[in-house]
């Protein structure tokens, strides 16, 4: 009913900065929030930023704060992860989530997208 692609990884040097894109299709009513989370190797996945459709609030991962900027164009279902001053720490699979109510659904749940690899090394 809903897919969710993302595009923009790569490969970049410290101190770089790269983009990242999701777009959200299918049957779709309402976009409630969204976000991204990373999983590096070895470690859990944990959030690095989310945004609120409605009131735009945003949140961000401690280690991402003031480096990375989470934004949204409803016209196109997107949300964008913009990321400056890369550092290998930020090294691992990104992931796209959207909370999406489908029409003639009740309530919203998340949609992920299969994740693009971001890789920050010399």
């Known amino acids: 009913q809903v897919q969710i692609v993302e595009s923009g990884g790569g490969l970049v040097q410290p101190g770089g900065s790269l983009r990242l894109s999701c777009a959200a299709s299918?049957?779709?009513?309402?976009?409630?929030?969204m976000g991204w989370h990373r999983q590096a190797p070895g470690k859990h996945s944990e959030l690095v930023a989310s945004?609120?459709?409605?009131?735009?609030?945003?949140n961000y991962g401690d280690s991402v704060k003031g480096r990375f900027t989470i934004s949204k164009d409803n016209a196109k279902n997107a949300v964008y992860l913009q990321m400056n001053s890369l550092k290998p720490d930020d090294t691992g699979v990104y992931y796209c989530?959207?909370?999406?109510?489908?029409?003639?659904?009740?309530?919203?749940?998340?949609?992920w997208g299969n994740g693009t690899l971001v890789t920050v090394a010399s």
């Open positions: 989530w959207q909370n999406i109510r489908v029409q003639g659904g009740l309530d919203g749940r998340d949609y």
């Open positions: 299918g049957s779709i009513s309402t976009i409630l929030s």
């Open positions: 945004i609120i459709n409605n009131s735009g609030a945003t």
